[in-house]
């Protein structure tokens, strides 16, 4: 149990498009979805809270205008990195917490972003 | 600010014997604890957790241990096998801060044969 998937799982654009990232919780239903971005042999960093039917909250730093999160079901949320530049190239990563035990979160596989 | 920091990017360890994942932390609010292996491209995987009103938690071969003094927590893997070979993130969360996980730096764990 506890599965959660994203889509896809490598995407190369051109700078100035925008990319939309899938994340699912397969199993499970999920009010709290977060996205993490995590840069080469660094840590994950947490960009941002999704909450079903809610506004998203953003971490410190963070362009909300930049990185659009929807949460749109129990099981669904969409990260769209809008007008991509080079320097978004990153591993994109969401996770997901089990409704009412919300400490242990579970990953998903994570997205490659390239901008060319 | 790096509010949970592992200090050594790296560690070797043969197999069959005890690799030891430390892991330390500043801010005195996080109440929870989390250890995750990550292998390149893919999410991390959740292994082992610890709340703050425990200083064990043991789950097979996974054991982690937290000394709240100290603000300080490890991960035991014993014994170590070459499957084991990932990179290992602590992370914390406080109550109260809707689940948010301060990750840390990695460690690199290669078992060798």
């Known amino acids: 149990g506890a599965v959660v998937s994203q889509h896809p799982s490598r995407v190369i654009c051109k700078s100035g498009t925008s990319v939309k990232i899938e994340c699912r919780s397969l199993?499970?239903?999920?009010?709290?979805m977060f996205w993490y971005r995590q840069f080469p042999k660094k840590s994950l960093m947490l960009m941002a809270t999704s909450n079903e039917g809610s506004k998203a909250t953003y971490e410190q730093g963070v362009e909300k205008d930049k990185f659009l999160i929807n949460h749109a079901s129990l099981t669904l949320s969409t990260l769209t990195v809008t007008s991509a530049h080079p320097e978004d190239s990153s591993f994109y990563i969401c996770?997901?917490?089990?409704?009412?035990?919300?400490?242990?979160?579970?990953f998903g596989p994570g997205t490659r972003l390239t901008v060319l | 600010d790096q509010q949970v920091k592992q200090n050594s990017p790296s560690l070797s360890v043969q197999e069959g014997r005890i690799s030891i994942l430390n892991c330390d932390y500043t801010n005195s609010m996080f109440d929870y604890f989390l250890w995750y292996k990550k292998y390149p491209a893919e999410g991390p995987t959740f292994l082992i957790s610890?709340?703050?009103?425990?200083d064990k938690n043991e789950d097979g071969r996974f054991t982690v241990f937290l000394n709240k003094s100290a603000k300080h927590l490890s991960l035991h893997i014993v014994p170590s096998q070459p499957g084991d070979s990932a990179v290992y993130f602590c992370?914390?969360?406080?109550?109260?801060?809707?689940?948010?996980?301060?990750f840390g730096t990695g460690t690199r764990l290669q078992v060798t044969l």
């Open positions: 996770s997901a917490g089990l409704t009412g035990v919300l400490d242990t979160q579970y």
């Open positions: 199993d499970f239903q999920a009010t709290t």
């Open positions: 610890i709340s703050s009103i425990k």
């Open positions: 992370a914390a969360s406080a109550t109260g801060t809707a689940s948010k996980l301060t």
